[in-house]
Structures are given as structure tokens and as C-alpha cells.
């Protein structure tokens, strides 16, 4: 009896140590709450009701050939890159990083151990990028597929509106920073 009260302390024990969301869908009956059908996020965009018009007006489509002719419809002011900047590190910061360096915490080349899981993150504070119209980073956002881009997933149905050219201007403030030296 003795024998079974500590057998039992330590199980318990065992179980304290580890976080029991983390156990707890390995008993069958509870797997049911993990393994239910729900929609992850992201994982599947609800298509527009069939029959309705979008009230904020239909967008015209983005190309490789029209992107750099596209005029940024924000000015660079202190409120269009706070509002780029709360934007991007939202959606963007996870892959390109705190200074758009390419090393995010999901980035393969963040140069941590063990790396992040996701490859092909590039710099955006490159020459490269630097030389990229507006138009072109604004596209990119849009649809990185459109763009022969097809790594990076699509933010068109994410960032909308005005709110792709702030983030364009905190990519320009990005960039600026790293030709100054970079403080971060
Ligand atoms: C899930 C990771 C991920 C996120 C999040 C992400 N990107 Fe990317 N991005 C990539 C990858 C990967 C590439 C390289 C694409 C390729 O070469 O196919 C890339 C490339 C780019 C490029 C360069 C395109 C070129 O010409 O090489 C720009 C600009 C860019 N991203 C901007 C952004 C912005 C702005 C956001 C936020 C709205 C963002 N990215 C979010 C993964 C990501």
C-alpha cells in the first residue's frame, strides 16, 4: 500500500512537471477538443457570399508589368509609418524581422538554433529591395504569387487599402535606418 501511495505521488509528480495542454489531448476522449473542425486561421478565406458586391469597391488586380506604376497614395508622414509600422510587425515581422533583415523569429536564416521553420526570407533593407519602386513592394504585399514571388504568402486579403502604402513607407523607413547604420 505504502509502495502504490508513492508509485502514485510520482505520477502525479510526472504530470505537475509538464503542462497539461500538452498531455491532455493523448487520452482519446479529450483528443476530441484538439482534433475538432474548426477553421484554422488564415487556413481558409471565406470567399465573398455569392450574389453581393463588396461595399468598399472591387480592387483591380496587380501585375509584374503594372506594379511600378502604381503611385503611392500615402505620404511618408509620422502617421502613415506608425501606422506602417504597428502593420509590420503584425504580418511581416515574424519573416523579415524587428529591422527587415530577413532573420524574423519563423526565418531559417535568423541564425538561431534551432532555426526558424520557414526558408527563403529575404532581406528588405538590401540595395536590392532599396531600388524597388513603391509600386513594386506594394504589389508584392498584394500577392507575392502575382509577383513570381511565390515563397512569400499572399497579405493582399490581410493588409488592405491605404494601410499596404504605410507599410511601404516603414519598409523606406526600415531601409533608411540600415543605410544609417542600422540601431538595431
Ligand atoms: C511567412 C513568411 C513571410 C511573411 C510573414 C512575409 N514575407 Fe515577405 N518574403 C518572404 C519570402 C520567403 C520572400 C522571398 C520570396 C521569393 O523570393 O519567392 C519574401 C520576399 C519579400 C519581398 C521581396 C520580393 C523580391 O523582389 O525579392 C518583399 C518586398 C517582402 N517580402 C515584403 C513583405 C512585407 C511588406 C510583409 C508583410 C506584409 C511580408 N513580406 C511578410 C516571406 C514572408
Not at 7 to 16: C, I, Q, R, S, V
Not at 135 to 158: C, E, F, H, N, T
Request: aromatic share 8%.
Amino acid at each position: 500500500m505504502r509502495n502504490l501511495g508513492w508509485a502514485l505521488a510520482l505520477a502525479l509528480g510526472a504530470l505537475a512537471a509538464c503542462n497539461p495542454d500538452d498531455v491532455v489531448h493523448r487520452v482519446g476522449w479529450f483528443a476530441t477538443m484538439r482534433h475538432q473542425r474548426s477553421i484554422k486561421p488564415y487556413a481558409r478565406p471565406i470567399p465573398s457570399v455569392a450574389g453581393t458586391v463588396p461595399i468598399t469597391g472591387a480592387e483591380p488586380a496587380v501585375n509584374l508589368q503594372m506594379a511600378d506604376r502604381l503611385a503611392n497614395q500615402r505620404t511618408r508622414t509620422s502617421e502613415s509609418i506608425n501606422r506602417g509600422r504597428f502593420l509590420y510587425e503584425t504580418y511581416c515581422l515574424v519573416c523579415h524581422g524587428v529591422a527587415g533583415k530577413g532573420d524574423g523569429p519563423i526565418s531559417a536564416t535568423n541564425g538561431q538554433t534551432p532555426p526558424g521553420p520557414f526558408f527563403g526570407v529575404r532581406s528588405l533593407v538590401d540595395d536590392a529591395i532599396a531600388r524597388r519602386t513603391d509600386g513594386y513592394i506594394y504589389a508584392v504585399i498584394v500577392s507575392g504569387q502575382v509577383m513570381g514571388r511565390g515563397l512569400m504568402p499572399v497579405y493582399g486579403d490581410k493588409v488592405r487599402g491605404t494601410d499596404r502604402w504605410d507599410v511601404v513607407n516603414y519598409v523606406r523607413t526600415l531601409q533608411a535606418e540600415a543605410r544609417s547604420g542600422g540601431k538595431r
